[in-house]
Antibody, heavy 116, light 107 residues
Framework: EVQLVESGGGLVQPGRSMKLSCAAS????????MAWVRQAPTKGLEWVAT????????YYRDSVKGRFTISRDNAKSTLYLQMNSLRSEDTATYYC?????????WGQGTLVTVSS | DIRMTQSPASLSASLGETVNIECLAS??????LAWYQQKPGKSPQLLIY???SLQNGVPSRFSGSGSGTQYSLKINSLQSEDVATYFC?????????FGSGTKLEIK
């Protein structure tokens, strides 16, 4: 069974940093692209970043480019999202998803609240 | 960026009824379209990919169609467990973009 378990969310002040993790199991992690998708409270879904199966290619939405970094450790079957210079508009539940284009599997999400 | 315009924003239908949700892309996305269902308090679930391919385990009362810029999700024989918000998503080009969602309720 495919499982994606996010961790690392919480309350953070504007301008500070936070790193999210996603532990994957139930599939060969190194064979799949992975992505982060977020959802602000009571809002719609917003793609954040994608990383290729081997980490050689990464893609970001413009609003996080230069502030967020997606990475992966295939030996640990873990996906990461390093978030720097956080803003109030980054407040959202962040979902770890499998696959690069459509998202067949989703984690339960981790809530990031950016507030002073 | 490719803009995905989803309609209607909300929908109320009776059990057993057939409902349609539309998604209009701002440019041709060559059937690179997925549909998701998100129940209250839960993570989204993939229903359809490549515009009309049913994800494993999804009931056959869900179907997708369309091409070019116009796509639709059809739910036959509406069930109580179909109460959810539905989103479309294009993956033809980065940034990947979602529609704003359709909230489906039972009348």
């Amino acid at each position: 069974e495919v499982q994606l378990v996010e961790s690392g969310g919480g309350l953070v002040q504007p301008g500070r940093s936070m790193k999210l993790s996603c532990a994957a199991s139930g599939f060969t992690f190194s064979n799949y692209g992975m992505a982060w998708v977020r959802q602000a409270p009571t809002k719609g879904l917003e793609w954040v970043a994608t990383i290729s199966y081997d980490g050689s290619s990464t893609y970001y939405r413009d609003s996080v480019k230069g502030r967020f970094t997606i990475s992966r450790d295939n030996a640990k079957s873990t996906l990461y999202l390093q978030m720097n210079s956080l803003r109030s508009e980054d407040t959202a539940t962040y979902y770890c998803t499998r696959d690069s284009y459509w998202f067949a599997y989703w984690g339960q999400g981790t809530l990031v609240t950016v507030s002073s | 960026d490719i803009r995905m315009t989803q309609s209607p924003a909300s929908l109320s239908a009776s059990l057993g009824e057939t409902v349609n949700i539309e998604c209009l892309a701002s440019e041709d996305i060559y059937s690179d379209l997925a549909w998701y269902q998100q129940k209250p308090g839960k993570s989204p679930q993939l229903l359809i990919y490549n515009a009309n391919s049913l994800q494993n385990g999804v009931p056959s009362r869900f179907s997708g169609s369309g091409s070019g810029t116009q796509y639709s999700l059809k739910i036959n024989s509406l069930q109580s467990e179909d109460v959810a918000t539905y989103f479309c998503q294009q993956y033809n080009n980065y940034p990947l973009t979602f529609g704003s969602g359709t909230k489906l309720e039972i009348k």
